[in-house]
C-alpha cells in the first residue's frame, strides 16, 4: 500500500510499504477514508521528539472502514464506519478502568524508552515515535487498530466524515483541556493558541459553562477564527503584552482557568523566548515555552492550568509561581475514549461543529505538501487531510 514515511528531520515521502495484518486477535485492519495532520507531529519532523525510525509511518487523527477483523473482536464487523482516538488503550487494565485511557498499562511496548524519562510509560499512539510503541500511522491506505473493541467508535447516520475526522484527536483534546478546568458559571478562560487544538478547547470551555473565552494567538486569519467561530475575544501576542492585557481583561485578577494548546516549539517575543531557542538549538533541552510560563503568570491566584500542548524537556519552569500562586495542574496526553461517545453526541445534535478545521483536503500523494503548507500556516492552513 502506499503511506506517507519519515525518512529524517523535515523529510517526509510518499512510498510502498508492506500492508498491515491482523497481529493480534483484538486487531481490525482499517481502510482509511480521511487522516489530518496534527501540530503535534510537527514536534518530530523537527527532529524535537527522538526515537523516530527511517520509513516510520506516521499520522495519528483518522477515522475509516472496517475490513478486517480479528477472531476476539465483537463489538465492531467488516463494514463499519468508525472513528478511533490517536492513544491506544486496552480497556481492561487499571488505568481504563479509571478513564485514564492515554496512560494505558499494556499498548506500550517499548516502556524502556520512557520509562528512564517519565517514571512510567504511558500508552502506545499510533505513528508517533517509537517512545510511543513505535506503531504504524495512519497516513496510508490501512492501518492495524489493536483493541479495536475499545478503540473503535460507529460514526451515527448523517454525520460526513469532515465533521467526525477530527473527533479523532483535536476535539477530545481540547475538550479535555476545558473538562480539566472544572469551569464555574461567570469564569474566564484563556487558551494559547489556535490551530485545531486549541480552537477546539475554546469551543469547549463555552459548551462547559464559561462566560468567556479569551484566545492568544499570532496569526490573524486563526485569531479572526476563535472570534467568528467561537465568539471568543482574541489578544495578538506580537502586539500586545499578554499577562498585562489578561490583567486588564479580567478586573485585575487573571482568567480563572489557562489553557496551554501550544507545547514545546511556542513562539514568543520575549526574552525566555530567544533563551530557549538557543539551548534548543544546542539540544540542551527539547522545549520553547514562553506559552506555558505566560500561562502560569497570567492565571489568577487559585486558578487552575491545563496543560494540552507536547513537552520534552524544559529546565526554565517558575515553579515558584506555580507553588505560591496555588494552582491547580491538569495535563495528559487526550483520553479520547471516554470522551469521543459524548462528542459524537454533540456532532449529531449539530452543538458541535469542528468541519471548520478543515482547511486543505488533499490526496495522499500530497501529504507531504500539505505538511508543508501546515506547518507553515500558509495558505490559512489549519488542518491538512489527507484522502487515501
Ligand atoms: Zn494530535
Ligand atoms: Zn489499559
Known amino acids: 500500500m502506499r503511506a506517507l514515511c519519515w525518512h529524517g528531520v ?32 510537527l514536534h518530530f519532523i523537527d527532529g524535537f521528539l527522538p526515537t523516530m525510525r527511517e520509513g516510520d509511518v506516521i499520522g495519528h487523527e483518522f477515522m475509516g472502514e472496517v475490513v478486517e477483523t480479528g477472531p476476539e473482536v465483537r463489538k465492531v464487523k467488516k463494514g463499519d464506519r468508525v472513528v478511533v482516538p490517536s492513544c491506544i488503550a486496552c480497556g481492561g487494565c487499571w488505568y481504563c478502568e479509571h478513564d485514564l485511557f492515554s496512560l494505558c498499562d499494556n499498548t506500550n511496548p517499548r516502556w524502556e524508552l520512557q520509562e528512564p524519562l517519565l517514571g512510567y510509560p504511558t500508552a502506545g499512539i499510533f505513528g508517533y515515535t ?84 479569551i484566545a492568544i494567538d499570532r496569526f490573524p486569519e486563526r485569531l479572526r477564527l476563535a472570534r467568528e467561530q467561537i465568539g471568543a475575544e482574541t489578544l495578538n501576542y506580537e502586539e500586545v503584552d499578554v499577562v498585562e492585557a489578561l490583567r486588564e481583561m479580567t478586573g485585575g485578577r487573571g482568567p480563572d482557568a489557562c489553557i496551554d494548546a501550544v507545547g514545546m516549539e511556542a513562539h514568543g517575543t520575549t526574552l525566555d523566548y530567544t533563551v530557549d531557542r538557543v539551548k534548543q538549538a544546542l539540544h540542551v533541552v527539547t522545549d520553547r515555552g514562553p506559552a506555558l510560563r505566560q500561562a502560569i503568570l497570567a492565571c489568577r491566584k487559585g486558578g487552575t492550568l491545563s496543560v494540552l500542548g507536547v513537552y520534552g524537556v524544559m529546565d526554565t519552569f517558575p515553579m515558584g509561581a506555580l507553588m505560591n500562586k496555588g494552582l491547580t495542574v491538569r495535563t495528559a496526553q487526550q483520553h479520547g475514549h471516554h470522551y469521543v461517545p459524548r462528542l459524537l453526541e454533540l456532532a449529531a445534535e449539530g452543538k458541535l461543529d469542528s468541519s471548520f478545521l478543515l482547511t486543505h483536503r488533499l490526496s495522499l500523494d500530497e501529504a507531504p505538501h500539505g505538511y508543508d503548507l501546515f506547518k507553515h500556516k500558509e495558505d490559512g492552513c489549519v488542518r491538512a487531510v489527507f484522502v487515501p
Open 130 to 213: 517509537h517512545a510511543f510503541g513505535g506503531y504504524a500511522g495512519s497516513h496510508a491506505e490501512y492501518v492495524r487498530v489493536p483493541f479495536a473493541d475499545n478503540g473503535c467508535f460507529k460514526v451515527p447516520e448523517g454525520l460526513r466524515d469532515d465533521q467526525v475526522i477530527f473527533i479523532s484527536d483535536a476535539v477530545p483534546t481540547g475538550y479535555m483541556g476545558a473538562d480539566f478546568c472544572n469551569i464555574q458559571p461567570g469564569d474566564v478562560v484563556a487558551v494559547w493558541g489556535c490551530g485545531g487544538v486549541g480552537l477546539m478547547a475554546q469551543k469547549s470551555a463555552f459548551l462547559l459553562g464559561a462566560e468567556r473565552v
Open 10 to 41: 523535515n523529510d517526509l515521502r510518499v512510498g510502498r510499504v508492506a500492508d498491515p495484518e491482523i497481529l493480534n486477535p483484538h486487531d481490525v485492519i482499517l481502510r482509511v477514508t480521511m487522516s489530518a495532520t496534527c501540530g503535534s507531529d
